[in-house]
């Protein structure tokens, strides 16, 4: 199993950082799925009793040796491909949307935005699992809102995401719950473009 470190860079008293990785963290374990979401093996903080501070934190996190960016690298490069033994195919590709959709709809269907579907987020897994990386921008969008109920975004990739929600993320201004879903499957369809 391959496992990445996460360690946030901390500077000062800003605690932020930590309490970023914590939700997201958070996520990750609520929403928890063998085949659509990287697990959280272990967290570790060091706390500081004397001020009630955190001192650092890391957290194990399965993850993947290649996301869908890298895999489409090597698939334009023959050498690479031929060293790696990874060629293009239509119907891998059409799997890992398919999957990639899955996991998308597992998230949404629990009331969970996304918020960052990009090639570098599609984690894929020797066995050809994909997994959905990086919640940082996720939202959880309360049991009781509409699809007109209007939430602020934490984030967004402007390349993968729809103008105007960019447009309202660089104003300040809240989105509604029906435009985060169309966002989120705008950018699993520029994923794949």
């Known amino acids: 199993m391959e496992v990445i470190a996460k360690v946030p860079l901390v500077t000062g008293d800003n605690l932020e950082v930590f309490a970023g990785l914590l939700q ?36 194990l996190i399965e993850s993947a040796k290649n996301d869908l960016s890298k ?15 990874e060629f293009f195919s239509e119907r891998k590709l059409a799997y890992f949307c398919i999957k990639s959709m899955e996991a998308l709809a597992y ?3 629990n009331n969970i ?27 959880k969008i309360p049991d009781d809102f509409t699809p007109d109920s209007e939430i602020y975004l934490k984030g967004l990739t402007p390349k993968y995401s729809l ?14 719950v029906k435009d985060l879903y169309c966002n989120d499957n705008y950018s699993l369809m520029r994923t794949f473009q």
């Open 24 to 59: 997201e963290n958070h996520f990750l374990k609520l929403i928890e799925h063998k085949d659509y979401i990287c697990k959280v093996l272990e967290e570790v903080a060091t706390y500081n009793k004397e001020n009630d501070s955190i001192l650092g934190m890391v957290a």
């Open 71 to 85: 895999v489409i690298k090597i698939w334009q490069d023959e050498q690479s491909a031929i060293k790696k033994v």
């Open 107 to 109: 998230l949404n269907t």
């Open 113 to 139: 935005y996304f918020g960052d579907m990009k090639p570098e987020n599609l984690l894929l897994f020797k066995d050809y699992r994909i997994k959905l990386g990086d919640l940082g921008v996720s939202l």
């Open 163 to 176: 103008e105007e929600l960019g447009e309202k993320y660089n104003k300040d201004q809240p989105v509604t």
